[in-house]
T-cell receptor
Framework: IAGITQAPTSQILAAGRRMTLRCTQD?????MYWYRQDLGLGLRLIHYSNTAGTTGKGEVPDGYSVSRANTDDFPLTLASAVPSQTSVYFCASSDSIELNEQFFGPGTRLTVL | GQNIDQPTEMTATEGAIVQINCTYQTSGFNGLFWYQQHAGEAPTFLSYNVLDGLEEKGRFSSFLSRSKGYSYLLLKELQMKDSASYLCAVASNDYKLSFGAGTTVTVRA
């Protein structure tokens, strides 16, 4: 692994289903983030983690949950998907929340029908 | 809340110069970032300004005026590969980034 990876690349999901988007980084970065990107709205922060074991809510956290059991992994879970969660999801990481040059993963394109 | 404004689209000719403006109103300020995003790809870091003035990095320069809540990204000697979206982002008091909607730059031959 080099950098930050996400899986799956894309997914079509029925409304009401549970879905976990995976994110892994090998840069030993302390801070990790989840964003969604929608046309005309730019990137919006869903959840973040300053360091392993801690998480926080971003601008649009409703309907999403995260966990940070270790430094490398930061999965995002949609407990019961709704069509408004159709979006492109980007995971990012930075050395720390204060040193904020963020490195982005390739994204997951999610469609909820 | 955070408010970050940038133009939606700009078009320029290969070899020319384009300036993308960004104005912001945020809860505190801990730096302004510019990212480049090609269609279907992830954003990549271009520049970071935390003090007033101009930061130059090759063909790209970024300027910041904190008192005016204003920044611009200057792209010189435009190349076709510079066709992309350019995202302005501001780190607020809690260091979290708020992004503008992005400016799509199209470079024509």
């Amino acid at each position: 692994i080099a950098g930050i990876t996400q899986a799956p690349t894309s997914q079509i999901l029925a409304a009401g289903r549970r879905m976990t988007l995976r994110c892994t980084q090998d840069m030993r970065h302390n801070a990790m983030y989840w964003y969604r990107q929608d046309l005309g709205l730019g990137l919006r922060l869903i959840h973040y983690s300053n360091t392993a074991g801690t998480t926080g809510k971003g601008e649009v956290p409703d309907g999403y949950s995260v966990s940070r059991a270790n430094t490398d992994d930061f999965p995002l879970t949609l407990a019961s998907a709704v069509p408004s969660q159709t979006s492109v999801y980007f995971c990012a990481s930075s050395d720390s929340i204060e040193l904020n040059e963020q490195f982005f993963g390739p994204g997951t394109r999610l469609t909820v029908l | 809340g955070q408010n970050i404004d940038q133009p939606t689209e700009m078009t320029a000719t290969e070899g020319a110069i384009v300036q993308i403006n960004c104005t912001y109103q945020t809860s505190g300020f801990n730096g302004l970032f510019w990212y480049q995003q090609h269609a279907g790809e992830a954003p990549t870091f271009l520049s970071y300004n935390v003090l007033d003035g101009l930061e130059e990095k090759g063909r790209f320069s970024s300027f910041l005026s904190r008192s005016k809540g204003y920044s611009y990204l200057l792209l010189k000697e435009l190349q076709m590969k510079d066709s992309a979206s350019y995202l302005c982002a501001v780190a607020s008091n809690d260091y979290k980034l708020s992004f503008g909607a992005g400016t799509t730059v199209t470079v024509r031959a």
